[in-house]
């Protein structure tokens, strides 16, 4: 694609005002790098519209002249969909500013909202009206729920609650040419045609950019139980998950595993964390019990939970929050989890999911698998046992040279794939595509998938301007 | 569309076999006319193929020679989704053959179907594993799954446990162009590039033909509790709807509402059912809790709830079902409801939904304006009150001339889907466009929605082979 001109730009600028259009080395620095500091890329100029109109104008404009736009959320994404490439041709336009709550309403449990509005601030705008948002990830502080659900985000609430694409009840999208999809429904039930909806949401912003949705919400569970146990091994944790969704049903509204690797990493770089356990574990598990009743009935659940699991001798040793916050800090170490891996040097990332009953053999097999390749390399895995998506991050070996190691990113990736996609299972469960894994997706996906993906792409975006290198 | 040749009609039914090609008027008659008798069509030929290679060969020769083709589940659609046009040319896949089990993975608790099984087959596959497939609806006995997830069909289960489109995590498609599309994946979370399965969900089969799909399986509950209550009015309805979520949460998996008109018709035609309350009532509600623990459970759960709506002035009376064969009666009345408007001459018919607090508003609109169109008419309403689905059905003024009723369909239409509109409801909240709403729906969509709509169907069946005249 070719760069704006001076003169484009200066176009561009007077549809957001010239405040609202971002330039200079400095100040674009933070729009140009992502968390992993994977991708580092380069644009003339931020877009921050303010409303769905300007979203239009800008992209009117730059699909008469040719130029491509990488729509931007609050830069927390994973895989790189969110940064331009390094030529300096694509502008990018961030929904920041897009941040009001329009509706929510309480009594049909829906909110609509912009897509610029922080996920916190959104948890938090529910919570006040005596309702949940239950989607939660360690971003939320910063992710943009526009982003969430052009990247269909999980999480940890995906087990009860399911993926971001669940959560969704309507959208409004600003497409390629600059129309736009006005779908803001608040139905729970509408058959009229295709789904368009579900074709936007996961799409990474190569279909449309997202500016505004309808969001589901749900009564807030009047009591909430969270137990940390130790166990054996990734087998005990699925007997665990068995006995916890046997007793607890649509109770259980979280899972979470953890290798004894990755919360040592927490523990040692980050102080301010402690084992709640007293001795040591090959594995651990978060499980969290919820109630729509009462505090005592989530308790006396996760209760019988763990008698049946010593019982049966599953968890080796567990200890149950007994007050809010020591909820708060049971979760805190599972959502710290992800950031602290970078003290530890260089990590090759995983996303994985695999059929449920298959993730012990998995971890098995790929643990197996990277230790051969790089000997002393420290698989440091945690993820959402639950939805049989684990995060098989590997550090590098203590001591070894950070670039060296993390130049055997792709045939790691494709070796721990292989397995993956051998058990049926995927690449990417919850991070996306993006830039990262876009030539990994030809390998795993047959030819008639990625046929049918090109042709919707050229139907949607026949300038090919929206999010270019991105997915596809 | 051409009719096929004598000679290209030979080369179909070699593919299926002589004996798995229909023809002749009678044998014929049971695949051209649909449950409501408001669509009669054509055709040259029922092909029933056995497996998908059949149904893609069959797929390969109709777009060659530009063959119109309508796939055909049960037969039980409400739309005339599935039955073909009067000229004669259109050929039938019936996918009735294609009704084998896969494979049942109750750990994972997934199953893998092929589109022919009929519901209640895979409800009690799934029953026997000690696992629950939610989608009920009345027409189980007959409905293939297919048919369900082309249609997105709703049901008695949406409220719990969502619609058929969330009951699916993946799918076998065969393209126009004879392709298949192996998306047949069991995962629950799976980020990698476009989501084609929700695209073909609720298509009707304009994009493709469905001959497989993995479905979710749900921890049987081990408890059920139902309960039959007369109300006042659609607003007091609406308010024992809240009590139930507030005290029963996310146990609460059925909220059917019902006209007193819907339930009298049935009394009055169909002895062997009786009014389990002994009073009248302007309306009544079923509603269904389910425990994961116990019976005791949630028959506590539904007393408390009708406790507070007695104590609230909320329900007139009620009953709670003793026992399991109470509970199945109670059921029966709610779902026999549709079939016996027959027996009261001509009825036309609505599938509306509106955001849940606009129930009330809904129905005295849209009562009022069609007592006003058609003086001495009967509204009998009934459906799903938790969803915000009703289907508002008319019935003739008695005495009156059914032929010359029925000629005022698309008249009343109209009116009522204005009001539904007006709201932010819709036209078709779970039986899908077919052939019945077609022309309805461009007054319901932009513009840019319809746009999009068309260029998704020219991108995957550019000869417009696949079920013609239907939705688009």
């Not at 200890?319 to 530890?344: C, F, G, N, P, T």
């Not at 993006?434 to 030819?447: M, Q, T, Y």
Request: hydrophobic residues 45%; glycine residues 12%; negative net charge.
């Amino acid at each position: 694609m070719k760069a704006p001109s001076p003169a484009l730009l200066q176009q561009f600028a007077v549809i957001v005002g010239p405040q609202n259009a971002v330039t200079g080395a400095a100040e674009l620095e933070p729009y140009l790098v992502e968390p992993r500091g994977l991708y580092h890329g380069s644009t003339p100029v931020v877009l921050r519209p303010g409303n769905t109109a300007e979203v239009s104008a800008i992209l009117k404009l730059a699909q008469a002249n040719g130029i491509a736009v990488v729509p931007q959320g609050g830069n927390t994404g994973m895989v790189g969909g969110q940064i331009p490439d390094a030529s300096g041709a694509e502008i990018i336009v961030n929904l920041g500013r897009m941040n009001r709550i329009r509706k929510l309403d309480a009594e049909s449990n829906t909110v609509t909202v912009e897509a610029g509005v922080i996920l916190q601030t959104l948890q938090e705008a529910a919570d006040a009206a005596d309702r949940l948002f239950p989607l939660s990830l360690s971003a939320e502080g910063s992710a943009q729920i526009g982003g969430n659900i052009a990247t269909n985000a999980g999480g940890t609430a995906v087990l009860a609650y399911g993926n971001t694409r669940d959560l969704v009840l309507g959208l409004e999208v600003v497409l390629a040419n600059g129309e736009v999809w006005d779908g803001l429904r608040t139905l729970r039930k509408d058959n009229t045609g295709y789904d368009l909806k579900h074709l936007f949401i996961g799409a990474e912003g190569t279909l449309g950019i997202i500016t505004g949705a309808v969001l589901k919400l749900f009564p807030k569970p009047k009591g909430r139980s969270v137990a940390f146990a130790g166990l054996a091994s990734p087998h005990q944790a699925l007997r665990l998950f068995g006995i916890a969704r046997s007793i607890g049903g649509p109770n259980v509204t979280a899972c979470e595993l953890m290798s004894a690797t990755s919360v040592g990493f927490l523990y040692r770089n980050a102080p301010q964390f402690r084992d709640p356990l007293a001795g040591k574990h090959a594995w651990y598990l978060l499980l969290e019990i919820s109630s729509s009743r009462s505090e005592e009935e989530a308790r006396a659940l996760i209760e019988e939970i763990f008698v049946k699991a010593f019982e049966d001798g599953v968890a080796e040793d567990a200890v149950l929050a007994e007050s809010l916050q020591q909820s708060k800090d049971l979760w805190h170490i599972r959502h710290a989890l992800s950031d602290i891996q970078k003290a530890e040097g260089g990590s090759i990332k995983h996303d994985i999911s695999v059929p449920v009953a298959s993730m012990p053999a998995f971890l098995e097999e790929a643990t197996a698998l990277v230790e051969k390749m790089v000997p002393g390399c420290r698989p440091a895995a945690f993820g959402h046992m639950g939805d049989g998506n684990i995060h098989f991050n590997i550090s590098q070996p203590v001591g070894a040279d950070k670039q060296a190691y993390l130049a055997r990113w792709d045939e790691m990736n494709d070796a721990v794939h292989a397995i993956a996609s051998r058990m049926g299972g995927s690449i990417s469960a919850e991070h996306g595509i993006g830039a990262l894994k876009r030539h990994a997706l030809p390998h795993v996906k047959s030819g008639v998938e990625m046929g049918l993906m090109r042709s919707i792409k050229g139907a949607f975006d026949p300038a090919g301007i929206l999010n270019p290198g991105k997915v596809l």
